[in-house]
């Protein structure tokens, strides 16, 4: 890595001060709206952001928001068996919880953050006007479960003019993308933005594959000039077949292997030694169904200069079916031997939901010179339900309905003067719970002629109602240097609350409720934005502290697990970016370092002074756009995602992530852009996903080197 990483880095700098300097301040006037919720330029904010845009999305042709996140050294993204998290700031394995997607403002993490799936590419690219990155805390605004950091993607609101496109992709490992939509103007007042994407593809790993199509219909209402509506419905429907990790020993031996056994005679098993089928079935792949509706709403108004209203709404639905098999055994005794256990592959066959609304009210007041009040309201009722027909072969039934129902209310300030900009809020949220489950354990293990052959507990139902209270506030101070830049001092104090699943632990049978706290996190940041030398830069520091961090500890997979609260996990680091523009050269460096320490821990106090597993502490990635005339340009970038602990015992240590990419686009005119690439040039072994069972690393490989190309036609 670092050989890769200096050169590159010679490279560019020898570059960056050899050409002539043109500098570009437009970037420091961009908008967002992820830091207040109304319009805000980055100089006025004291907080790191890093903005994607829709022009960053086309150039670097990204295939889906997972692509465009995993550009960000802000981010770093994990994939387990349910799916994909995106943890920032070290927030670690519970980042489904504590690092926000939004689409719009309204969070798309699932409330069932073991078993849920965060459905992060069932937005459209082609609706996608920016996607903003704010790492650390955003408590007052947000609420609940905004400790790490949030990723908004803001989708299109305007159409200037009535137009479509259509488009195909195709890559390596037969991908095959296909995009087409259509933003249709009626008049001044009504607009339409519908969008349609679908993608046929397979992976590195044998029968391992991807189904799926996603659609949005935007209605846009323009009452008045100062009077907006926009009404939104999204589709996401995606079927996928995927492949269990493989150890040491069956990557050396076979990478591609997933775990079917076309001549139904043997599998493999985590040795790499082989077995008999005893289900009759060759295909021990992982099958989901996801299928994900969500209507939404944003309506603002504009009072006589001084007064904006702004009111949310939401409404989504995500249902997963899974069917899984898992390596177990079981006493398959008779008369003749009553003691015979046999390997096998139990069924894993449920249905996996999450339900939210959300309907959020603000009133912002201008006073004064650039100063303004905000005061909000928010309620969010969540839903979760885990249906089972067959778990693991040992339930007759299995069942768990979760309803978490929160209001919040907040307030936000800042005063300009000169300037100097003051920044205060504060929030208070309510948080209630209401969880139901059935359990009637069903299992055979025990010689036919004992007991009839099986254990049954008979019906179990389970209650659990709780309630909490908690606040955030924020206090910060921004100075305007200069027409260019800022500096800024930030501290914030948040929290999460557990999610309903997180209160019982289980002992074989038996389910137990645990006492788990919320977890309260304060952070103190400082950071500065301007351009020198020809230069933007943006570099920030932070320190923080989370008390009573939610932990999770399995002891046996589906038998026995608890969960805990830390003492006290201490995040710092820093983070830094920048980028020039000479002649037809951009240059890019961006590096985010993040030490995230357990520093009190009184149930394992032998792991004070561990890393938090999950966080790696080491992110970059720098490269060069050249824009050779106006319609031809090439972009090298180069991405380095740096290695983590995979338990809290700093035991087992996952590998780092490298790839150098490149992409080429050429637009023949206004109308057909064709462009190619070639991603991780040069071939490097990498890891989509590590973890541990029985005391070792288990692995699946990430692509080599791959290319892809395709064209986009606007009419």
Do not use: C
Not at 171 to 182: M, R
Request: charged share 20%.
């Amino acid at each position: 890595m670092n050989k890769y990483f200096i050169s590159l880095g010679i490279l560019i700098s020898t570059l960056s001060y050899s050409m002539d300097i043109e500098e570009n301040e437009v970037f420091l006037e961009k908008s967002i709206i992820s830091s207040i919720g109304y319009d805000e330029s980055i100089q006025n904010t004291s907080k790191n952001i890093q903005i994607i845009t829709k022009e960053d999305i086309s150039e670097k042709n990204f295939k889906n928001i997972t692509e465009a996140l995993d550009s960000s050294p802000l981010v770093t993204i994990t994939k387990n068996s349910v799916g994909e998290s995106i943890q920032m700031r070290g927030s670690g394995i519970n980042s489904k919880a504590t690092v926000q997607v939004l689409v719009d403002g309204t969070s798309i993490n699932p409330i069932d953050i073991n078993h849920g799936t965060l459905p992060l590419n069932s937005i459209t690219l082609a609706s996608v006007e920016r996607i903003e990155i704010l790492p650390g805390g955003n408590g007052v605004l947000y609420g609940d479960g905004f400790t790490g950091g949030l990723i908004n993607i803001i989708t299109k609101s305007s159409v200037n003019k009535t137009e479509g496109y259509f488009g195909y992709r195709y890559g390596s490992l037969n991908e095959n993308i296909y995009d087409i939509g259509t933003s249709f103007k009626v008049n001044d007042y009504l607009s339409f933005i519908l969008n349609y994407s679908k993608e046929n593809s397979y992976t590195n790993r044998d029968d391992e594959k991807i189904n799926s199509d996603h659609a949005n219909l935007t209605t846009l209402l323009n009452l008045t000039e100062n009077d907006k509506l926009k009404l939104q419905y999204s589709y996401y429907n995606k079927k996928n077949k995927t492949a269990n990790l493989l150890t040491k020993n069956q990557l050396n031996s076979d990478s591609s292997q997933s775990g079917v056994d076309y001549d139904g005679s043997y599998l493999p098993n985590n040795s790499g030694n082989k077995y008999p089928i005893l289900d009759g079935t060759g295909d021990i792949l992982d099958k989901s169904h996801l299928r994900r509706d969500e209507f939404s709403f944003n309506y603002n108004k504009i009072f006589n200069n001084k007064f904006e209203f702004n009111l949310n709404g939401s409404y989504q639905k995500n249902t997963n079916d899974v069917i899984s098999k898992e390596a177990t055994y079981a006493n398959f005794g008779s008369m003749t031997k009553p003691l015979e256990y046999k390997n096998y592959y139990a069924n894993n066959i449920g249905t996996f939901t999450d339900e939210k609304f959300k309907i959020n009210p603000s009133l912002k007041y201008s006073y004064m010179n650039n100063s303004y009040f905000i005061l909000g309201y928010d309620y969010k009722e969540q839903k979760s339900k885990r249906n089972f027909d067959n778990f693991m072969d040992m339930y007759k039934v299995y069942n768990l309905s979760s309803k978490k129902e929160s209001n919040g209310i907040y307030i936000f300030n800042k005063t300009s003067i000169d300037n100097f900009e003051f920044l205060q809020g504060y929030r208070k949220e309510w948080t209630k719970y209401n969880t139901t489950k059935n359990s009637h354990y069903y299992h055979k293990v025990k010689p036919i002629f004992i007991d009839g052959g099986y254990v049954d507990t008979g019906l179990i139902t389970n209650h659990i109602t709780k309630s909490m209270h908690n606040d955030s506030y924020e206090l910060a101070l921004n100075y305007l240097y200069s027409d260019t830049g800022n500096t800024y001092i930030r501290f914030e104090k948040s929290f999460r609350t557990p999610a309903p699943t997180e209160f019982q632990d289980k002992n074989g049978t038996d389910y137990t409720l645990n006492n788990l706290k919320p977890e309260i996190n304060q952070t103190l940041e400082i950071g500065i934005k301007d351009y020198f030398f020809g230069s933007f830069i943006s570099l920030n520091g932070f320190i923080g502290e989370t008390k009573n961090e939610i932990y999770y500890n399995e002891i046996s997979h589906g038998k026995e697990w608890y969960y805990g609260n830390f003492g006290k996990i201490q995040r710092k680091g820093i983070e830094l970016g920048l980028e020039q523009t000479f002649g037809k050269f951009v240059f890019f460096e961006n590096f985010a370092y993040t030490d995230a320490k357990i520093k009190e821990n009184s149930k394992d106090n032998y792991l004070e002074g561990n890393q938090v597993p999950y966080t790696p502490k080491i992110n970059a990635n720098l490269g060069t756009i050249i824009n050779f005339t106006d319609n031809f340009n090439s972009i090298l970038s180069f991405n380095y995602k740096d290695k983590y602990y995979l338990d809290k015992a700093n035991k087992y240590e996952a590998k780092s992530f490298i790839t150098l990419d490149l992409s080429v686009n050429y637009l023949f005119s206004n109308s057909l852009k064709v462009y190619g690439g070639i991603n991780n040039i040069l071939d490097r072994i990498n890891y989509d996903q590590q973890g541990i069972s029985n005391d070792e690393i288990l692995y699946d490989i990430a692509n080599g080197r791959t290319f892809y190309s395709g064209f986009t036609y606007i009419f």
